[in-house]
């Protein structure tokens, strides 16, 4: 099935720890996006990819790194500069032809 | 930047009753876009809509550019039709969305 694909569903970190959320899509987008919600609030945008080897920076992305080296593959990492990091994260990637964004079914992060 | 603002912020409805969602944004845009999420997080793509009337079985929305408004109409709803549903427009031409708060949507048996 085509689509994309967030790993895991859940994740807990300790305290100092950076963490790597996985997000893979078969969709043959070129611009991928991760964004991040807080509960009861939309959807603010981390960073965003529109090609290979290349990435910016979003509205929150103090605490967050990302890369970017296949077409398919965008993963987040968590830093332990993120002081507030339990939210739930949301992976993106747009159609170029349409503009259409369509999101992987996300990954609850908590922090223990 | 752009402001994107969504009313109601919650609407309860009763099985089979109709209702009308808007999303008001400040500046122009060359498309929007509708989203539902599901009770699981999940966020499905309703509409693309830049402007006119598009129709999607018990669901239609109709954006209006140049009064930089846009309705998402769901008639005769049914429970899974709860959620909470976005709309959003582009920032700039690279496909950053900025996103309205979002509309709870319950529906009663």
């Known amino acids: 099935d085509g689509g994309i694909t967030q790993s895991p569903k859940y994740l807990f970190r300790k305290e100092g720890q950076n963490v790597t959320l996985s997000c893979e899509q078969n969709?043959?987008?070129?611009?991928m996006y991760w964004y991040r919600q807080d509960p009861g609030q939309g959807l603010r945008l981390i960073y965003y990819s529109q090609i290979v080897n290349d990435f910016q920076k979003g509205d929150i992305a103090e605490g967050y790194s990302v890369s970017r080296e296949k077409k398919e593959s965008f993963p987040l990492t968590v830093t332990s500069a993120q002081k507030n990091p339990t939210a739930f994260y949301l992976c993106?990637?747009?159609?170029?032809?349409?503009?259409?964004?369509?999101f992987g079914a996300g990954t609850r992060l908590s922090v223990l | 930047g752009i402001q994107v603002e969504q009313s109601p912020p919650d609407l309860i409805l009763q099985e089979g009753a109709n209702s009308t969602l808007r999303c008001n944004f400040s500046?122009?845009?060359?498309?929007l876009q509708w989203f539902h999420q599901n009770p699981w997080g999940q966020l499905i793509n309703l509409f693309y809509?830049?402007?006119g009337t598009k129709q999607n079985g018990r669901l239609s929305a109709t954006t209006v550019a140049t009064e930089r408004y846009s309705l998402l109409y769901i008639s005769s709803s049914q429970t899974t039709d709860s959620g909470v549903y976005f709309c959003a427009v582009p920032t700039d031409s690279w496909g950053k969305l900025q996103f309205g708060a979002g509309t709870q949507v319950v529906v009663t048996p």
């Open positions: 993106a990637s747009r159609n170029r032809d349409s503009g259409a964004l369509y």
């Open positions: 969709l043959n987008h070129d611009a």
């Open positions: 500046d122009s845009v060359n498309n």
């Open positions: 809509i830049p402007s």
